[in-house]
């Protein structure tokens, strides 16, 4: 069996430059033993009324902030909720500027944008080119119309649909 590669005699290159992610330990010690995992803690923000941050800290765990910014005792990770009705589009577009202009209070953290439906079914082309600006500039999480919760059921698993979404806030089951 032939290959085509050659071995290297001679003194060697350095290769490129390894980043390392997490804790590394110094030469001659174990590495640090493995933590526990526990789920991340979020405060939901409503860019507009109705957009759903309630129902999703009910379903998914986290702070409900409302439309108002997380205090000083809620988590710092921050995810914006909005509608994908044409103006739940605009408003977490003007939410995504107030971040990237550095008016957002310090310390927070956005992790993301979480696009509840409006309506069952798909979103005219329109609103769909509206939610790829999105996803363009920041991660985006999309949770299907749920009629259960427009009846105030919310005790049943998240929507399968929405599996990432349930992984990032550690609601799966």
């Not at 500027?97 to 310090?106: C, K």
């Amino acid at each position: 069996m032939g290959t085509d590669m050659q071995l290297q005699r001679g003194p060697s290159e350095p290769g490129p430059e390894i980043w390392v992610r997490g804790p590394v330990a110094p030469v001659g010690q174990p590495p640090p033993a493995a933590a526990s995992f526990a789920p991340r803690r979020f405060s939901w923000v409503g860019v507009h009324g109705g957009a759903g941050a309630s129902t999703l800290a009910a379903v998914y765990g986290g702070r409900d902030c409302g439309a108002a910014w997380p205090g000083p005792a809620a988590p710092r990770s921050v995810l914006l909720v909005a509608r994908t009705h044409a103006s739940g589009l605009a408003a977490a577009l003007g939410a995504l500027e107030v971040f990237r202009l550095g008016r957002a209070p310090h310390g927070l953290d956005l992790d993301a944008v979480v696009l509840v439906a409006d309506a069952p079914g798909r979103l005219p082309r329109p609103l769909a080119e509206r939610v790829r600006v999105i996803e363009s500039v920041i991660d985006v999480y999309r949770v299907p119309w749920v009629p259960a919760w427009r009846l105030g059921e919310l005790d049943g698993p998240p929507p399968g649909q929405a599996r990432a979404l349930a992984r990032l806030t550690g609601r799966v089951r």
